[in-house]
């Protein structure tokens, strides 16, 4: 016996177990039932397809002459362009004004972070009322300032604006704290050797906090490009069925669309592979552009 | 001479129920439901409930939950039934949205349906009629001949798939149009009555904009719905109405795509609110009880939300402000080709199914159709059918007295009319809504052809039935 109990990896596999059947049944059987799915005829919501589409490859064959993908996936790039440059730029701006103050620094890391805990769903709701039209926050200002005609935020016009504003805001915290984080792990001795030599505070950010953060920057944008694809629950509240006109559909709300509302169950399979591949897709280029580096 | 016979039993049962629905205060309100409960005690019928008694438990699932209004109704009931029969209901109920009747399906599809079930019967509840899973109401009579025996069986809906009648309803719904009367006089309008047609609607609609209000409150990109229904009910008649046309070219289809244009000229002129595209259903409600709008179509259930805003606290009646509430009326759909403004949309749109696992089970079978009998009777109905109607043979007598002043003039324009027909959007759902109903604002703003998203809708209809 003695340190052979060491050696006897069996037991791990017993504890692995039990996660290992919930991924199975809660994540990869329904994954590659969904793509079966894709391929069959699908009547209504809860019913189960018994033939398969003809052509079975017809919803794959859709989603490159229908219209609303197109606008779907615009406007997620513009999504993932939004949450790299608003999301991950901003919080880098304020964790770098933040690490320069001496006190108070935990007050504004709480506040910043704030927005993460409130649900999506609570601030598409609470957005809804800021940019109403009639009696919206946002207008009433305006007018308060001698602005005659009222603006409608959520038209064709404004409308992609008012749906990612929120959600930049929402998720500022969260890459500011990741990048705080970092800044703490960068040593005071090569901002102060740096001083000595007359390095301006621009240049030590420059040359020491940026190149230092590199992999730290890695991970947050490849985390706010997956996210840009997932986003669904703010945009939905805000702007369900693509209003206005159908020029708000994201990937996730198009396909919620399909599946929930028009209940084109199997054509809402097609679009969630799609989503699938191009999370996976996305994912290895960001991360062979943004390659981390050892130091 | 048919069609008058038909509205007059329909009325008189919507009035009764109507009438006896609401009660004034809480003592009220109570006295009437224990009443129901010492009536009802003797109504059902004695050889179902004596086969009825002992421990059994009944799963039930409803759409009395949430905010429905009738959600403590429901709860009071089935609570009453248990005491008397000493069974047990397994409660499931929940709201009716898109998940619900996903999850009804779903346990048909799986075997764990519940025994006794109230819902939909349009078209939502073809794959388990299909599937045979739920019991014919002639089949239960067969063994049980009082069941729903105190219903008019004309007016019992019948499934869209073989024309027999499953689902025992309890209330329905009718839509109109309500009135904010406060801007109709600012604007010089006079109050529409039963007579009212388009020509004149769309005079008013004029007047009213000019006096600077917006004369139709709707969200077209989220609920173009009522306008959708009424539009083209105005090329059609009660008798044609539910016929879904085979082309937009043919004789009803032409009426389909007359309706859009015709929803398409009040958008280009300026009668929707500016934002009706891009503004979602309560922002548009708001514009009418808040005086900015003068018209809203909508359904019987908005008489509670319209009353609702008149009080100081929405769950308090008694903090209502009944100027207020004065100040809103409620008539006929503006008519044009076809139907009479006096037509109105409306019917008995859900029921209680007794499954086909629950009537195989010798143990059940009894307390399910106990059950069911005790929640249609005479004395529960017109708890629940408020404002709606019901299939009621016998109509109660009632105290007006118990009513505010909306709930009254709704009573009167309901009084007023000459038909109920179910609403064709019933018959015509999923994908085939999408090119008019979800396209409606690609219709209105031009940048779709009101023939061709008819056409596009009919297309796939036609081509899943």
Redesign the interface.
Known sequence: MGANIYKNKKPLFLFLLPAFIFMIVFLYFPFFKNIVDSCMEIKQLGISGEVLNEPWYSNYAKLFTDENVRTSLKNTLIMTIVTIFGQVGIALLLALMVDNIKRGAKVFRTMFFFPIVVSATALGLLFNLIFLYDTGMINQLLSMFGKQELTDWKSEKWALFTMMLPVMWQYVGFYFVIIVTGLNNISEELYEAAAIDGATKLRRIWYITLPLLHNVLCTCVVLAVTGALKVFDLPWTMFPKGMPLKSTFLTGTYMYYQTMIVKDVDYGCALAVMIVVLGVVLSRLVNTIFKEKDY | MKMKRVAATILSGAMAVSLAACGGGDKAGEGAKSAAADANTESAGEGIAEQAQGGVELEVVTTFAGNDGNAQNYKTFYQQWEEKTGNKIEDMSATAD?TF??????DF?TGSEPDVLFFFNGSDAN?FIEAGKVVSIEDIRAEFPDYASNLDDGRIPVSLVDNKAYAVPVNGIWEAMFVNTEILDAAGVTMPGADYTWDQFTEDCQKIKDAGYTPIAAAL??IPHYWWEFSIFNYNTPENHLTIPESADDEMGKGWVAGMEDIKALYEAGYF???T????DD?TF??FTEG?AAFLLDGSWKVNGISDSCQSDPEDPSTLDADKLAKFDVTYVPAKDGRKATDLIGGLTSGYYITKKAWDDPEKKAAAVDFISYMTSDEVVPEFAQHGSSALKNVPEVDENVFNELQMKSLKMVAGSTSFTGPVQDLF???SR?PTF?GM??IV?G?VDAKDAVQEGLDIYWS?N
Do not use: H
């Open positions: 898109d009747k996903v999850r009804v399906v779903t599809e794959s990109g989220d609110p500016e934002n595209l891009s503004a979602k922002e708001a514009m900015k759902q999923g994908e999408v979800d604002p690609e703003s940048s899943s």
